[in-house]
């Protein structure tokens, strides 16, 4: 079985720092991992995804993530925040296992400060 | 890109009636749709996958009878809450996902339901 865990329910951020949200996950076999953002009362879109190629993943918005499997994390980076990334993070992940399902994350919110 | 609708945006009912709820993935054919509720604050749990033409596989402790599930064509599935109660208000999402290996799912952007 796999699972998500999101470190730290909430993260702030000043405008122009570094943003680090984490994630680490837990799975048998080799998984596909999702990071998705949402605004409020709207549906998730995704930023960015590995899926077994390249394990520095580039994403819109000039987000990024590292596939580190002897960590079993997937963490979350953009070096400059902007007031416009203040959203809902989650990681995702989904496997092959006897049939494909995506476990989320409990989500990050991120707060950017003016 | 891919684009996933709902439709409704929102809706509130007296507790007691049914609600549908479409989801239409409008430029490309989904074979897989899933169907999410997401409470407050909360992340998203999966309620159930449907696949065009047959049943929906339901998530462990999601009341079939309660959330009746049809996928009748490739870019149409249906939500309906059978005999609605307030704690049946959430947000519930859906998401279409093509292709053998389903690695991206499109999600829509969400119907809002408040029982009264």
């Not at chain 1, 709207?42 to 960015?48: A, N, V």
């Not at chain 2, 890109?1 to 009912?13: D, F, K, L, M, T």
């Not at chain 2, 899933?34 to 065009?52: G, I, V």
Request: net charge positive; hydrophobic share 35%; with cysteine.
């Amino acid at each position: 079985a796999q699972s998500v865990t999101q470190l730290g329910s909430h993260v702030s951020v000043s405008e122009g720092a570094l943003v680090l949200l984490r994630c680490n996950y837990s799975s048998s076999v080799p998984p596909y991992l999702f990071w998705y953002v949402q605004y409020p009362n709207q549906g998730l879109q995704l930023l960015l995804k590995y899926t077994s190629a390249a394990t520095l993943v580039k994403g819109i918005n000039g987000f990024e993530a590292e596939f580190k499997k002897s960590e079993t994390s997937f963490h979350l980076t953009k070096p400059s925040a902007h007031m416009s990334d203040a959203a809902e993070y989650f990681c995702a992940v989904r496997a092959d296992t006897g049939g494909f399902k995506t476990i989320f994350g409990a989500g990050t919110r991120l707060f950017v400060k003016a | 890109g891919a684009v996933v609708s709902q439709h409704p945006s929102r809706v509130i009912c007296k507790s007691g009636t049914s609600v549908k709820i479409e989801c239409r993935s409008l430029d490309f054919q989904a074979t897989t749709m899933f169907w999410y509720r997401q409470f407050p604050k909360q992340s998203l749990m999966l309620m159930a996958t449907s696949n065009e033409g047959s049943k929906a596989t339901y998530e462990q402790g999601v009341e079939k009878d309660k959330f009746l599930i049809n996928h009748a064509s490739l870019t149409l599935s249906t939500l309906t809450v059978t005999s609605a109660h307030p704690e049946d208000s959430s947000f519930y999402i859906c998401s279409a996902s093509t292709g053998l290996l389903q690695e991206t799912q499109y999600f829509g952007p969400g119907t809002r339901l408040l029982v009264l």
